[in-house]
């Protein structure tokens, strides 16, 4: 297969695998939000959730492994596999040492961290200390998941994808499970949920180990310490803490603020965001994921012109789909919040204030996802310091936008803040990456984006049609929801797949050719 096909089908397992952990996730957030409804526990249980996630999409995630991936696929291209592992041996036993440092500094200093995430709590004792609590009991969560990354790392860059993206699914179930099991029992409910984060991690870096010692990565052998190429990885991780993880940042200022307004607001912005990162994780980080080793393969061997190809493809199919799954967002954004959480203590005035925020997050969904994209070719290059100054001038933008928004619009105003900074970065990063490797076909992803937002906007016309003029009119009961929103979506799928092949969509033509390929 080409490299864009590679691509392609990497980001379809990724996606799949994805696709499955947030279906599962939504489940886990329907039972939460039955079980707790959006208050006071939730609000304490989001915050302290959040923390440890923050540090692992910061430092995991984020910047451990796509300055991991750079740097261990140059060792397997030039030095070979046998080099490449002595490193990755040898970065495990360093991380885990800094990791137990870092769970057993966050445990003591919880109460500095919560003040610094959720200064509107200290006006409410209870609920600051009840959120001091759940993030020390949660915070070993940081350690579980930041090895689970590099697991990952090693995986993808091996061109295994499918069990770092399943492994979600795990720590989805383990809370689920929980909940029906411990919340009846346990004096203080939400410590159920809590059970379930530590047990999932404990699954997810479980169930990595087979493929790791498939791929003959034998954890056991040994290794030292410290090794050259940890020192390279260091390098570039260093800025891409920040670079990588600026709409996690983002968020995490928007909560900061959320904690000043009505009480409830930290809890709409969670589950707004949580739909939000349903499409997100699905097709934006399973495209950079699928996109970076191959980019870190092309740059290793100076291969420029495949790299600007496989670039501007996968920029081309990202904006394939995630402009359609944008526009039917926001148009069905009510009636799909209704349909996943209004039940038990989620009343509607819940849905409609958790609805403006998915408005506001929907808007910049778009350029989420193309920013997974546009970080992953700098990091492939082994250059961090852009994608740091970009995120730096959004994260700036962002804070003046949350404190001149959040006035008028409330809680709205901070995810709108979170869109058009998120745009601002963007738009920085393509301009500097032409400027870096003599062009990407800005025209080229240009034309497609017009074509593409074309045939979407006729699509999100059929599906706001279908659902306000026909299913709207039958009621609000569980089955029309279900029904309407099925349909409706079904339907627009169907739409836009089929003006897309009357257009003759490169994007979806590469797609069909492999299914063809592998019929």
Not at 208 to 214: A, C, N, S
Not at 366 to 372: D, K, M, N, V, Y
Request: a positive charge.
């Amino acid at each position: 297969m080409t490299e864009n096909e590679n691509v392609t089908k990497a980001a379809g397992v990724v996606g799949g695998a994805t696709l499955l952990s947030r279906i599962f996730g939504f489940i886990r957030d329907v039972v939460t939000a039955s079980f707790f409804g959006a208050g006071y526990i939730t609000d304490a249980f989001f915050v302290a959730f959040r923390i440890p996630n923050l540090l692992r999409r910061l430092f995991a995630e984020g910047s451990l492994t796509v300055s991991f991936i750079p740097v261990f696929t140059d060792f397997l291209q030039n030095r070979g596999k046998k080099e490449a592992f002595l490193m990755a041996r040898a970065g495990l036993k360093l991380l885990t040492l800094i990791l137990i440092f870092v769970t057993l500094a966050g445990i003591i200093g919880a109460p500095i961290l919560v003040k610094l995430i959720a200064p509107g709590f200290l006006d409410e004792p209870g609920k600051y200390a009840l959120t001091v609590e759940l993030t020390r009991f949660m915070f070993p969560f940081i350690l579980l998941v930041s090895i689970l990354a590099f697991a990952m790392g090693v995986l993808n860059s091996l061109g295994h994808f499918f069990a770092p993206a399943l492994a979600p699914v795990l720590l989805n179930l383990s809370m689920i499970v929980c909940m029906f099991v411990l919340v009846p029992v346990l004096h203080s409910p939400i410590y159920g949920l809590a059970w379930g984060v530590l047990i999932g991690g404990v699954l997810q870096l479980i169930f990595q180990v087979p493929f790791l010692i498939k791929r003959e990565f034998y954890f056991w052998e040994k290794s030292g310490i410290f090794h050259p190429g940890l020192k390279r990885v260091g390098i570039l991780m260093l800025p891409a803490v920040l670079g990588s993880a600026v709409y996690q940042i983002n968020i995490f200022v928007g909560t900061l603020l959320a904690s000043l307004l009505p009480e409830g607001s930290v809890s709409y912005l969670y589950y707004a965001d949580r739909l939000v990162q349903f499409p997100l994780g699905i097709f934006a980080i399973a495209a950079s994921t699928a996109v970076l080793p191959s980019l870190a393969r092309q740059a290793a061997d100076g291969d420029m012109a495949s790299f600007r190809d496989t670039f501007s493809y996968a920029m081309r199919f990202i904006s394939f789909i995630t402009i359609p799954a944008m526009l039917g967002l926001i148009i069905l954004r009510e009636p799909v919040v209704a349909l996943l959480f209004q039940r038990g203590a989620f009343d509607y005035e819940s849905t409609r204030l958790t609805a403006v925020a998915l408005l506001y997050y929907g808007v910049g969904l778009w350029g989420f996802s193309a920013i997974r994209v546009a970080v992953s070719g700098f990091y492939a290059l082994q250059d961090t310091k852009t994608p740091v100054v970009a995120a730096i001038i959004s994260i700036a933008v962002n804070i003046g936008l949350c404190l001149i928004l959040m006035g008028p619009l409330a809680h709205g105003g901070l995810a709108l803040a979170t869109s058009l900074s998120s745009m601002v970065n963007l738009v920085i990063l393509l301009l500097a990456l032409r400027k870096k490797i003599g062009g990407i076909g800005l025209a080229q992803i240009g034309f497609s984006i017009i074509k593409t937002t074309l045939n979407a906007l006729i699509m999100s016309a059929v599906v706001w049609c279908g659902f306000f003029l026909i299913f709207a009119k039958l009621g609000n009961s569980f089955f029309i929801l279900a029904s309407g929103v099925t349909v409706c979506i079904s339907a627009g799928i169907a739409v836009y797949f089929g003006l897309s092949k009357i257009m003759k969509s490169r994007e979806l033509e590469t797609v069909l050719q492999m299914i063809k390929r592998k019929a």
